[in-house]
């Protein structure tokens, strides 16, 4: 039967896709790897790892077994984790990916907190888009993931951690609230693609996402957003608490007043997880932060972040 180092062997490939990157985050040769994975395939009667493609990718058999494969490492995950707290030398590490905006203002916000509160435990923040946030959770790369929601996913646990009102940013429209309808006529400056961001403006604005625009920024830097509108006019969407980490200039933030739209920001995580008792010590503190009822009314709409 496939081995626990085998099993860690056939998910490091898949984490780097990559033979030579996989054996020296293993910590062995490359032919090592080579041969342990094939012993691997031989025991359960079919080739898991597909070495045609570049990158590597699972083959269809492996696509099948896959989640009984997760479901095999998790449970050795979790008995590793049961002997090294009989033990008494259990250090935890949360890896979390955050997308770009909210990372920006929750974790110089929060960190201290996370610190006092569970200092025994190792942070790794990452910021990620969300589509390789998702994707992060699914191969096991991050443990726990902040942004936007919500997700239909299936094999996630998700959790509302605060809803977020957005505003309009616009120096060339007067007064401090606006009717959606008076965008129309505004240039919007939107994040690059991959930023949920970006895609919620395009749904809420009601943009042309394939409409080519002179405008070819790639990254996810609402402070230069904010700088392109004020030189160039027309508008962008800022976060309401992302606010404090701008300087802007008051007068140009708008109010929409036909309905508010809001941001469902969200943590996610495995279903089985060794690591959900501290993730949740996470999300509480992050919850009680905010201390502020879900703003999800007939009044508001959640945007959301995909299209």
Partial sequence: ??????????F????????????????????TLSMQLKKAEESLGYQIINRDTNPISLTDSGKKLYPSLSAIQTAYDELGVQIQRLKGTYKSEIRIGIIPTISNYLVPELYSKWQD?????????????????LAALKDKTIDFGIMAGPVDEV??????????????????????????????????????????????????????SAK?????????????LTKMVE???????????????????????????????????????LKRNTKKEDI????????????????????????PWEI
């Fill in 1 to 10: 039967m496939i081995s626990p180092v085998q099993l860690s062997y056939i």
């Fill in 12 to 31: 490091a490939l898949l984490k780097f896709k990559n033979f030579q990157r996989a054996a020296d985050a293993c910590h062995v040769t490359q032919p």
């Fill in 117 to 133: 509160q569970i200092g025994e435990v190792h942070l790794d923040i990452s910021e990620l888009t969300s589509p390789n946030l």
């Fill in 155 to 208: 094999n996630l646990d998700q959790q509302i951690l605060y809803d977020e009102e957005v505003l309009i940013y616009s120096p060339s429209i007067n007064g401090q609230t606006i009717e959606l309808e008076q965008l129309q006529n505004e240039h919007p400056w939107l994040l690059s693609p991959g930023n949920c961001l970006r895609t919620q403006m395009i749904n809420f604005c009601r943009l042309d």
């Fill in 212 to 224: 080519k625009s002179e405008w070819n920024y790639e990254g996810g830097n609402l402070h230069l």
């Fill in 231 to 269: 030189q160039e006019g027309g508008y962008t969407l800022i976060p309401y608490y992302y606010l404090p980490y701008l300087n802007l200039n008051p007068n140009h933030i708008k109010k929409i007043i036909d309905r508010t739209p809001i941001r469902q920001i969200i943590g996610l995580h």
């Fill in 280 to 303: 949740v010590k996470i999300m509480r503190i992050i919850q009680n932060s905010k201390n502020i009822k879900n703003k999800n009314s007939e009044d508001t709409e959640v945007l």
